[in-house]
């Protein structure tokens, strides 16, 4: 937790605010800090600071905090993802969060197994609380926006263009296909097969909508590797 | 595990060898294959080729293989990393296998929690372990040479410079540096901190042997996701 992500019912009036329980605890096991030390701090959804610890009674801890500046730019990078198995995905939306992407499709895929749709893991309470997680690893404050696609045609023929706007469309996908750019500032689409790669008919579906195969190297890496590795790859981290 | 691994004491003579319980397993569970399939194979340390069922008594399962190509080259970076949490060192070990690292040292350093030299995990065959799921998740053969260093300074006075040999000398630190380089082919070495960071004193006797900061972005990355990232970033994927 390197930010203190405060929510409006933590707002107790004018520059004070009440730290939740798991903040409190942060900050008193992890950090050790003690009435009038300083910690970072974000409004959800806004702007960003300093928060001064001014009481701290037993776990109720009260600080003053004021916004002084805004949110780390998000990156220009969106991302359209085969529904990972449900261990990873908790940790996949950590690290895409942590990273600044911004919009995220879940998406089916035949390689997908029927049963990663009905896990409890998709409920959107634990999915908003994992990428609460990502924000306050990174030190940020804006949500990304999660959609699920339980039905890949109907999404991809009907709802991907127009989510993903004017936005260069890019599918790593292994073989003879012109390497992967770099250093790109954005706006990018980036799709990311499920275990096992997308179908030869989910290529072309996705090439009808303008995704262009990229090579990214030999090696099969697990999903929850390719994707920071291909985010580092593609754009210029902000 | 998109490779049957094979070591010696798998060979039964001639192109003849015996699956191991794990690897009968995936073949009969996993990928629900039958007498006369094939699944592709490589000898630790060795070539690669296809391994042909001949034959299935309940779980002993024996191959025909013999060695057709090598097996894929190594990405040209070596990673000087300060020692992860437990639970996060066997992720990043795999991870580091499977995105083609050959030389890893896991060093000390001023926010490194002590206890973390004291984990189980750091017994020699759990890392072994780890790395061979890297190696059957990439499809390669070779383990990459795994150095503990626990005392920070002797190692970089004394032992890194002969480590790294001509490698171009990376450090990943947050500050107003150069951008970092990306698409290099190698050698390359990469200098990964603690959470937290490396010290003052750290980055000089690292910057001392050569190695040289820069910027990767703003955001604060876990370990585990800025290792492929930088990787992704930096390497020219093989």
Redesign the interface.
Known sequence: M?LLLLTPEQHLGNDRWLLSDRQANHVLKVLKLIEGDQVRAGIFQGGMGIAHIESINNNRIEVLFKVEHQS?SPLGLSVLLALPRPKMLKRIL??AT???IKQIVLINSWKVDKSYWQTPNLKAELLHEKMLLGLE????TTLPTLTLAPRFRPFVEDELDGWAGNSQRILAHPGNYP?MP??LTGPVTLAIGPEGGWTDYEIEMLGKQGFQCHS???????VE??????????M???
């Open positions: 390197n780390p950590i690290d942590s990273l600044g690893q990174a030190r940020d390497v770099h250093s990214f190297g030999s090696r099969i890496l697990r590797t390719a994707l920071p590795a291909l985010v580092g790859r593609l210029q981290l902000p």
